[in-house]
């Protein structure tokens, strides 16, 4: 399974970012999977934004709820995140990444990441 991020590289403040991760491979096996969003600002360690559940519950960190909102569609085999006003505290590297939550939940022991892009919050 490979996880591939995708979106513009620069927001502008207040506007929307609007990030994809295509899912390739094992497209048997990913049904059980869950699929979150992850990032890690310039010098700061890795923040958990969110994730969908295999079931398609969503879970998103209660500090990012409010502006947050992850979607999957799998016929296109991928996932998205949405993130709403976004202000010069959210440049950071998103990842995306996905687990086998099926046996013992969302654990955030990832098994497969995305190589991470690049998100520039500037007018």
């Known amino acids: 399974v490979q996880l591939q991020e995708s979106g513009p590289g620069l927001v502008k403040p207040s506007q929307t970012l609007s990030l994809t991760c295509a899912v390739s491979?094992?497209?048997?096996?990913?049904?059980?999977?869950?699929w979150s969003w992850i990032r890690q600002p310039p010098g700061k360690g890795l923040e958990w934004i969110g994730y969908?559940?295999?079931?398609?519950?969503?879970y998103y960190s209660p500090s990012l709820e409010s502006r947050t909102s992850i979607s999957r569609d799998r016929s296109n085999n991928q996932f998205s995140l949405l993130l709403s006003s976004v202000t010069p505290e959210d440049p950071a590297v998103y990842y995306c990444?996905?687990?086998?939550?099926?046996?013992?939940?969302?654990?955030?022991?990832?098994?497969?990441w995305g190589q991470g892009t690049l998100v520039t919050v500037s007018s």
């Open positions: 969908i559940h295999y079931s398609g519950n969503t």
């Open positions: 990444a996905g687990e086998n939550s099926v046996v013992a939940g969302v654990t955030g022991y990832f098994e497969v």
């Open positions: 491979g094992g497209s048997d096996t990913t049904n059980g999977y869950s």
